[in-house]
């Protein structure tokens, strides 16, 4: 079946410093990856996506490539803010015909806190 | 746009109890979906309905949790009777196709069963 593995958190970084949260993925289709991001006591809001192999996904300022070839799909920001701080999610739908692209796979999230 | 509503924010019950989570997706999503959080299993997939008709439900634990959507603009999901195991994040998400695309979730209802 599918499933994503995201990096075990916490991850606590200074304000200006740089990001990666790695995630990898297993899907026997084509899927379509996604990063979610969840502010504390809120629901999740997507971040960015790719839906083919070599696809980036940006927004506000992080980046993730699909890298077909390695299953991976690593969130990067070069200079992390205060309010950054959040839980990311890493995520795939897949695609197969017939499948149930509906249904989001989650990764168990990775809490980022950042210092002042 | 108001976004998902859910509620309640937080629910605290005794073992045994009937529970009522209550959402309203997104007007014009016709897609829903039920997910439980919880450390051990992060993010689950409880049921998944498409122009209010349940499409999978195979996420549901047991006989115990149950779900409806009499209508476009209402979804419930129940547990009876509950149990300190259902302690748990139980978000409700909405979509305009088929959930591949974006969801959107609402803030979720905190359930502590004691």
């Known amino acids: 079946g599918n499933s994503v593995t995201q990096m075990e958190g916490p991850v606590t970084l200074s304000e200006e410093a740089f990001l990666t949260i790695n995630c990898t993925y297993t899907a026997t289709g084509y899927p379509s990856l996604f990063w979610y991001v969840q502010y504390p006591g809120e629901g999740l809001q997507l971040l960015l996506k790719?839906?083919?192999?070599?696809d980036k996904g940006s927004n506000k300022g992080f980046e993730a490539t699909y890298r077909k070839e390695t299953t991976s799909f690593h969130l990067e920001k070069g200079s992390v803010q205060v309010s950054d701080s959040a839980v990311y999610f890493c995520?795939?739908?897949?695609?197969?015909?017939?499948?149930?692209?509906?249904?989001?796979?989650f990764g168990k999230g990775t809490l980022l806190t950042v210092n002042p | 746009d108001a976004g998902v509503i859910q509620s309640p924010r937080h629910e605290v019950t005794e073992m045994g109890q009937e529970v009522t989570l209550r959402c309203k997706p997104i007007s014009g999503h016709n897609s829903l979906f039920w997910y439980r959080q919880t450390m051990m299993r992060g993010l689950e997939l409880l049921i998944y309905f498409n122009n209010n008709v349940p499409i999978d439900d195979s996420g549901m634990p047991e006989d115990r949790f149950s779900a409806k959507m009499p209508n476009a603009s209402f979804s419930t999901l129940k547990i009876q009777p509950s149990e300190p195991r259902d302690s748990a994040v139980y978000f409700c998400?909405?979509?305009?196709?088929?959930?591949?695309?974006?969801?959107?979730f609402g803030s979720g209802t905190q359930l502590s069963v004691l």
């Open positions: 790719a839906t083919k192999a070599d």
């Open positions: 998400a909405s979509s305009t196709g088929t959930g591949r695309e974006k969801l959107f």
């Open positions: 995520a795939l739908s897949d695609h197969r015909s017939g499948g149930s692209n509906y249904k989001l796979t």
